[in-house]
């Protein structure tokens, strides 16, 4: 059974660093991209990141780029997600997932509807 587990979230204030780790069993992790994505209330799901399978390209939205760090440990089945200088806006629910293709990254990397595997989520909270 595939499973995904995400943890690291918390209450931090603007300006503020979290890191959160994804763990993940039941498939052959290292063939497998794995993407972060988030939804605020009253908003849809948003891409953040994605990092291929062997971790040589990583992808990020214009909103996180140059603040936030994705990258992953094989060895240990897990994709890290460091997020510095947080915001008031990077509040949310943070999912991680795992597209339907092995040995791929889809085609529009930070598109949801190309991730089948979904971890529950860890909560973000920044105060202003």
């Known amino acids: 059974e595939v499973q995904l587990q995400a943890s690291g979230g918390g209450l931090v204030q603007a300006g503020g660093s979290l890191r959160l780790s994804c763990e993940a069993s039941?498939?052959?992790?290292?063939?497998?991209?794995i993407g972060w994505f988030r939804q605020a209330p009253g908003r849809e799901r948003e891409g953040v990141s994605c990092?291929?399978?062997?971790?040589?390209?990583?992808y990020y939205a214009d909103s996180v780029k140059g603040r936030f760090t994705i990258s992953r440990d094989n060895a240990k089945n897990t994709v890290y997600l460091q997020m510095n200088s947080l915001k008031p806006e990077d509040t949310a629910v943070y999912y991680c997932?795992?597209?339907?293709?092995?040995?791929?990254?889809?085609?529009?990397?930070?598109?949801?509807?190309?991730?089948?595997?979904w971890g529950q989520g860890t909560q973000v909270t920044v105060s202003s």
């Open positions: 990092i291929s399978h062997t971790g040589g390209s990583t």
């Open positions: 039941g498939f052959t992790f290292d063939d497998y991209a």
């Open positions: 997932a795992a597209p339907s293709e092995r040995l791929w990254v889809p085609p529009v990397a930070l598109d949801s509807t190309y991730y089948n595997y």
